[in-house]
Protein backbone atom coordinates (compact mmCIF):
# COMPACT_ATOMS: atom_id res chain seq x y z
CA UNK A 1 0.00 0.00 0.00
CA UNK A 2 2.69 2.78 1.22
CA UNK A 3 4.34 2.04 -2.41
CA UNK A 4 0.89 2.82 -4.26
CA UNK A 5 0.61 5.94 -2.30
CA UNK A 6 4.23 6.76 -2.85
CA UNK A 7 3.78 6.66 -6.45
CA UNK A 8 0.76 8.61 -6.60
CA UNK A 9 2.50 11.19 -4.70
CA UNK A 10 4.69 11.25 -6.90
CA UNK A 11 2.76 12.20 -10.25
CA UNK A 12 0.80 14.09 -8.48
CA UNK A 13 3.77 16.28 -7.81
CA UNK A 14 4.88 15.73 -11.33
CA UNK A 15 1.66 17.30 -12.41
CA UNK A 16 1.40 19.95 -10.17
CA UNK A 17 5.10 21.01 -11.61
CA UNK A 18 4.07 20.02 -15.17
CA UNK A 19 1.24 22.94 -14.64
CA UNK A 20 3.42 25.08 -12.65
CA UNK A 21 5.83 25.24 -15.71
CA UNK A 22 3.26 25.73 -18.21
CA UNK A 23 2.13 28.63 -16.55
CA UNK A 24 5.09 30.40 -16.15
CA UNK A 25 5.49 29.47 -19.66
CA UNK A 26 2.82 31.51 -20.23
CA UNK A 27 2.76 34.13 -18.14
CA UNK A 28 6.47 34.82 -19.92
CA UNK A 29 4.79 34.93 -23.41
CA UNK A 30 1.96 36.92 -21.92
CA UNK A 31 4.63 39.33 -20.50
CA UNK A 32 6.42 39.40 -23.36
CA UNK A 33 3.12 40.57 -25.26
CA UNK A 34 2.42 43.37 -22.85
CA UNK A 35 6.02 44.81 -23.70
CA UNK A 36 5.99 44.25 -27.33
CA UNK A 37 2.10 46.25 -27.27
CA UNK A 38 2.91 48.82 -24.48
CA UNK A 39 6.53 49.73 -27.37
CA UNK A 40 4.12 50.42 -29.96
CA UNK A 41 2.00 52.34 -27.52
CA UNK A 42 5.12 54.59 -27.25
CA UNK A 43 5.88 54.92 -30.81
CA UNK A 44 2.66 56.05 -31.56
CA UNK A 45 2.93 58.18 -28.27
CA UNK A 46 5.91 59.89 -30.08
CA UNK A 47 4.82 59.73 -33.24
CA UNK A 48 1.13 61.37 -32.32
CA UNK A 49 2.91 63.92 -31.01
CA UNK A 50 5.40 64.61 -34.18
CA UNK A 51 1.87 65.09 -35.54
CA UNK A 52 0.97 67.44 -33.51
CA UNK A 53 3.84 69.56 -33.82
CA UNK A 54 4.12 69.71 -37.76
CA UNK A 55 0.12 70.72 -37.38
CA UNK A 56 1.13 73.39 -35.25
CA UNK A 57 3.93 74.67 -38.05
CA UNK A 58 2.07 74.31 -40.73
CA UNK A 59 -1.14 76.23 -38.87
CA UNK A 60 1.32 78.47 -37.79
CA UNK A 61 2.91 78.66 -41.44
CA UNK A 62 -0.71 79.20 -43.13
CA UNK A 63 -1.24 82.52 -40.73
CA UNK A 64 2.65 83.86 -40.78
CA UNK A 65 4.68 82.65 -43.41
CA UNK A 66 4.88 85.47 -46.21
CA UNK A 67 7.03 83.12 -48.30
CA UNK A 68 3.87 80.35 -48.52
CA UNK A 69 1.93 83.11 -49.38
CA UNK A 70 3.33 84.33 -52.03
CA UNK A 71 3.52 80.56 -53.57
CA UNK A 72 -0.35 80.34 -52.86
CA UNK A 73 -1.08 83.80 -54.91
CA UNK A 74 1.34 83.01 -57.67
CA UNK A 75 0.26 79.46 -58.50
CA UNK A 76 -3.58 80.91 -58.08
CA UNK A 77 -2.07 83.30 -60.64
CA UNK A 78 -1.26 80.94 -62.82
CA UNK A 79 -3.94 78.73 -62.64
CA UNK A 80 -6.06 81.51 -64.02
CA UNK A 81 -3.98 82.25 -66.59
CA UNK A 82 -4.31 78.62 -67.86
CA UNK A 83 -7.83 78.57 -67.73
CA UNK A 84 -7.63 81.53 -69.91
CA UNK A 85 -5.67 80.33 -72.18
CA UNK A 86 -4.79 76.55 -72.47
CA UNK A 87 -7.82 74.88 -70.48
CA UNK A 88 -7.52 71.68 -72.80
CA UNK A 89 -3.94 71.50 -73.04
CA UNK A 90 -2.14 68.92 -72.36
CA UNK A 91 -0.50 69.03 -68.88
CA UNK A 92 2.62 67.22 -67.47
CA UNK A 93 4.25 66.99 -63.74
CA UNK A 94 8.17 66.90 -64.82
CA UNK A 95 10.06 69.77 -66.45
CA UNK A 96 11.89 67.14 -68.39
CA UNK A 97 8.38 65.82 -70.08
CA UNK A 98 7.16 68.95 -71.10
CA UNK A 99 10.43 69.82 -72.87
CA UNK A 100 10.24 66.85 -74.98
CA UNK A 101 6.91 67.35 -75.55
CA UNK A 102 7.66 70.49 -76.89
CA UNK A 103 10.44 69.24 -79.12
CA UNK A 104 8.14 66.35 -80.25
CA UNK A 105 6.07 69.22 -81.78
CA UNK A 106 8.57 70.73 -84.32
CA UNK A 107 7.68 69.86 -87.58
CA UNK A 108 9.99 72.72 -89.44
CA UNK A 109 13.64 72.79 -90.71
CA UNK A 110 15.74 75.23 -88.66
CA UNK A 111 18.18 75.76 -86.35
CA UNK A 112 17.37 74.63 -82.35
CA UNK A 113 18.78 77.18 -80.07
CA UNK A 114 18.84 77.20 -76.21
CA UNK A 115 19.03 80.34 -73.76
CA UNK A 116 20.41 78.97 -70.74
CA UNK A 117 22.87 75.69 -70.49
CA UNK A 118 24.04 75.55 -67.12
CA UNK A 119 25.11 71.91 -66.81
CA UNK A 120 24.13 70.82 -70.44
CA UNK A 121 21.02 68.24 -68.88
CA UNK A 122 18.60 69.85 -71.25
CA UNK A 123 20.78 70.44 -74.28
CA UNK A 124 21.50 66.62 -74.25
CA UNK A 125 17.60 66.25 -74.44
CA UNK A 126 17.26 68.57 -76.93
CA UNK A 127 20.21 66.91 -78.69
CA UNK A 128 18.88 63.58 -78.14
CA UNK A 129 15.39 64.00 -79.10
CA UNK A 130 16.10 66.24 -82.37
CA UNK A 131 18.98 63.90 -83.63
CA UNK A 132 16.72 62.06 -86.25
CA UNK A 133 15.47 65.29 -87.97
CA UNK A 134 19.23 66.57 -88.42
CA UNK A 135 18.54 69.91 -86.41
CA UNK A 136 22.01 71.92 -86.03
CA UNK A 137 21.82 72.54 -82.12
CA UNK A 138 23.41 75.81 -80.01
CA UNK A 139 23.45 76.42 -76.43
CA UNK A 140 24.16 80.14 -75.06
CA UNK A 141 25.04 80.63 -72.13
CA UNK A 142 27.47 83.08 -69.85
CA UNK A 143 28.36 80.20 -67.69
CA UNK A 144 29.15 82.61 -64.89
CA UNK A 145 26.05 82.67 -63.38
CA UNK A 146 23.08 84.77 -63.48
CA UNK A 147 24.25 88.58 -64.51
CA UNK A 148 22.46 90.13 -62.32
CA UNK A 149 19.66 88.99 -59.24
CA UNK A 150 16.91 87.21 -60.45
CA UNK A 151 14.20 86.76 -57.62
CA UNK A 152 14.39 85.78 -53.67
CA UNK A 153 16.99 83.10 -53.35
CA UNK A 154 18.40 83.57 -56.95
CA UNK A 155 21.62 85.83 -56.55
CA UNK A 156 23.54 87.15 -59.40
CA UNK A 157 25.96 84.63 -60.13
CA UNK A 158 23.35 81.45 -59.34
CA UNK A 159 24.00 78.71 -61.50
CA UNK A 160 27.47 79.38 -63.06
CA UNK A 161 29.63 76.84 -63.71
CA UNK A 162 33.24 75.58 -62.48
CA UNK A 163 34.34 74.81 -66.35
CA UNK A 164 31.81 74.64 -69.87
CA UNK A 165 29.95 71.26 -70.05
CA UNK A 166 30.42 68.39 -72.61
CA UNK A 167 27.04 68.19 -74.65
CA UNK A 168 27.97 65.53 -77.82
CA UNK A 169 26.00 66.60 -80.58
CA UNK A 170 25.65 70.72 -79.72
CA UNK A 171 27.55 73.31 -80.16
CA UNK A 172 28.47 76.05 -77.04
CA UNK A 173 28.64 79.82 -77.53
CA UNK A 174 29.65 81.31 -74.34
CA UNK A 175 28.93 85.05 -73.46
CA UNK A 176 26.37 87.81 -72.79
CA UNK A 177 23.21 86.98 -74.89
CA UNK A 178 23.28 90.44 -76.32
CA UNK A 179 27.33 90.20 -77.19
CA UNK A 180 27.30 86.89 -78.96
CA UNK A 181 23.57 86.56 -80.99
CA UNK A 182 23.54 88.87 -83.18
CA UNK A 183 26.92 88.07 -84.46
CA UNK A 184 25.95 84.09 -84.42
CA UNK A 185 22.88 84.87 -86.73
CA UNK A 186 25.23 86.67 -89.22
CA UNK A 187 27.15 83.32 -89.48
CA UNK A 188 24.19 81.29 -89.43
CA UNK A 189 21.21 81.75 -91.98
CA UNK A 190 17.67 80.55 -92.11
CA UNK A 191 14.83 79.87 -89.71
CA UNK A 192 14.91 79.17 -85.98
CA UNK A 193 12.86 75.96 -85.13
CA UNK A 194 13.19 75.40 -81.90
CA UNK A 195 14.26 77.40 -79.04
CA UNK A 196 14.69 76.76 -74.84
CA UNK A 197 14.28 80.17 -73.35
CA UNK A 198 15.98 79.20 -69.90
CA UNK A 199 17.18 82.80 -69.91
CA UNK A 200 15.06 83.89 -66.33
CA UNK A 201 16.06 87.26 -66.24
CA UNK A 202 13.37 89.75 -67.93
CA UNK A 203 16.12 91.31 -69.54
CA UNK A 204 17.97 88.33 -71.18
CA UNK A 205 14.46 87.38 -72.51
CA UNK A 206 14.12 90.11 -74.10
CA UNK A 207 17.20 90.63 -75.68
CA UNK A 208 16.61 87.29 -76.84
CA UNK A 209 13.34 87.59 -78.60
CA UNK A 210 14.39 90.98 -79.78
CA UNK A 211 17.30 88.95 -81.91
CA UNK A 212 15.56 86.24 -82.98
CA UNK A 213 12.67 87.97 -83.95
CA UNK A 214 12.58 87.63 -88.15
CA UNK A 215 14.08 84.38 -87.53
CA UNK A 216 11.03 83.10 -85.65
CA UNK A 217 8.44 81.33 -88.68
CA UNK A 218 4.96 79.23 -88.22
CA UNK A 219 5.86 76.42 -86.69
CA UNK A 220 8.79 77.46 -84.47
CA UNK A 221 8.16 76.09 -81.17
CA UNK A 222 9.40 78.08 -78.10
CA UNK A 223 9.35 76.19 -74.44
CA UNK A 224 9.37 79.28 -71.42
CA UNK A 225 11.15 77.58 -68.63
CA UNK A 226 10.21 80.14 -66.28
CA UNK A 227 7.39 81.16 -67.22
CA UNK A 228 4.83 81.51 -64.81
CA UNK A 229 3.95 80.17 -61.06
CA UNK A 230 6.06 81.84 -58.82
CA UNK A 231 6.13 84.95 -57.02
CA UNK A 232 6.67 87.98 -59.20
CA UNK A 233 6.75 85.56 -62.55
CA UNK A 234 4.64 88.83 -64.43
CA UNK A 235 7.79 90.87 -64.36
CA UNK A 236 10.13 88.42 -65.96
CA UNK A 237 9.75 85.53 -69.03
CA UNK A 238 6.06 85.90 -69.29
CA UNK A 239 6.70 90.17 -69.27
CA UNK A 240 9.12 89.70 -72.18
CA UNK A 241 7.07 87.48 -74.09
CA UNK A 242 3.90 89.71 -73.88
CA UNK A 243 5.72 92.34 -75.18
CA UNK A 244 7.09 91.15 -78.11
CA UNK A 245 3.83 89.43 -78.93
CA UNK A 246 2.53 92.88 -78.39
CA UNK A 247 5.34 94.72 -80.38
CA UNK A 248 5.65 92.18 -83.50
CA UNK A 249 2.11 91.40 -83.80
CA UNK A 250 3.15 87.34 -83.64
CA UNK A 251 0.58 84.47 -84.63
CA UNK A 252 0.75 82.06 -81.55
CA UNK A 253 -0.60 79.33 -79.74
CA UNK A 254 -0.09 77.80 -75.94
CA UNK A 255 0.25 73.97 -76.06
CA UNK A 256 1.20 73.01 -73.18
CA UNK A 257 2.43 73.36 -69.25
CA UNK A 258 4.37 71.84 -66.50
CA UNK A 259 0.89 71.26 -63.65
CA UNK A 260 3.33 71.75 -60.65
CA UNK A 261 6.49 74.00 -61.70
CA UNK A 262 7.01 77.06 -64.25
CA UNK A 263 7.32 76.00 -68.12
CA UNK A 264 4.82 76.49 -70.75
CA UNK A 265 5.38 75.71 -74.77
CA UNK A 266 4.43 77.91 -77.28
CA UNK A 267 4.00 77.30 -80.93
CA UNK A 268 4.24 80.47 -83.75
CA UNK A 269 1.33 79.84 -85.78
CA UNK A 270 2.47 83.60 -87.76
CA UNK A 271 5.42 85.19 -87.94
CA UNK A 272 5.92 88.96 -86.99
CA UNK A 273 5.35 91.66 -89.24
CA UNK A 274 8.50 93.04 -91.01
CA UNK A 275 10.37 95.49 -89.42
CA UNK A 276 9.18 99.45 -90.43
Given at each position: ??????????????????????????????????????????????????????????????????????DVRATKEAAEFVLEHMPKAPVFWNPQD???????????????????????????????????????????????????????????????????????GAELVPGLFEDTLSGFLEKHPGPVSFVHLDADLYSSTKSVLDRLEQRLVAGTVIVFDEFFNFPGWQEHEYRAWTEFVDRTDVGFEYLSYTANHEQVVVRITAPASPPG
Open positions: MSEVVAESDRRSRELTENQHDQTLAELSATNQELARVLSELSDARMEISDVQQRLGELEQQARRDITQALTLRYGLSQVEVEGLALEFGVASGTTLRIIVEELKDAEHEVFGFDVFSGLPQTWRTGFPAGEFAQEKLPKVR
